[in-house]
């Protein structure tokens, strides 16, 4: 069975301070990416990799960075946290062409 | 690029009633489709994927086919149960090097 697993699974933030979320998959999938969930948005591609050393802007990469240091882990950085990031973000990883995504279980992030 | 609009949420059935969420899609190329679900205070996970045009996916009780003539990817149950009740995401995959997209999830809460 796939897992992805996400660290921490909440995390309480201050505006302007920074944040890493961390993703750890044991699939040995070449792929690996970040969403976000918000309420009527559903889930939004951040960032995401196909192997390691390299990361591909999503579809709202603005405020984020990512880092892939090797193929099992996959980080999410918001350099200086804004109110509008407050979510929950998913890590996923999939094999390569068209192969199914396995989520983590999320991390929920608010930003006061 | 590639979008996915799927019926908007949220949606309340009774319990043996009968439910259709519309998937529509756009892209440029020929693309996997996938139907996964969301259920409280988890990740997404597949209930089945669809690589082929005018092919049939299927998964408890549900199913949907690949209408590549209308760009439409309808889940249906004919009969819906309590346990049933998650969000559902529509999502389309193309090519490698390329990440998957998501429709904005339909809520779905079932009555018993």
């Known amino acids: 069975e796939a897992a992805v697993t996400q660290s921490p699974r909440s995390k309480v933030a201050v505006t302007g301070g920074k944040v890493t979320l961390s993703c750890h998959q044991t699939n040995n999938h070449d792929y690996m990416y970040w969403y976000r969930q918000d309420t009527g948005h559903g889930l939004r591609l951040i960032h995401y990799?196909?192997?390691?050393?390299?990361?591909e802007k999503g579809d709202i990469p603005d405020g984020y960075k990512a880092s892939r240091p090797s193929q099992e882990n996959f980080s999410l950085i918001l350099e200086l946290a804004s109110l509008s990031q407050t979510a929950v973000y998913f890590c996923?990883?999939?094999?390569?062409?068209?192969?199914?995504?396995?989520f983590g279980p999320g991390t929920r992030l608010l930003v006061l | 690029g590639d979008s996915v609009t799927q019926t908007e949420g949220p949606v309340t059935l009774s319990e043996g009633t009968s439910l259709t969420v519309n998937c529509s899609y756009e892209?440029?190329?020929?693309?996997?489709l996938f139907w996964y679900v969301q259920y409280p205070g988890e990740g997404p996970q597949l209930l089945f994927k669809?690589?082929?045009?005018?092919e049939k996916g299927s998964n408890r009780g549900f199913e949907a086919t690949y209408n590549k003539e209308a760009t439409s990817f309808h889940l249906q149950k004919a009969s819906v149960q309590e346990s049933d009740s998650a969000v559902y995401y529509c999502a389309l995959r193309n090519n490698n090097n390329n990440a998957p997209r998501f429709g904005a999830g339909t809520k779905l809460s079932v009555k018993p």
């Open positions: 892209t440029k190329q020929y693309p996997t």
């Open positions: 990799s196909y192997v390691a050393d390299s990361t």
């Open positions: 996923a990883s999939s094999g390569q062409g068209r192969d199914t995504q396995y």
């Open positions: 669809v690589p082929k045009a005018n």
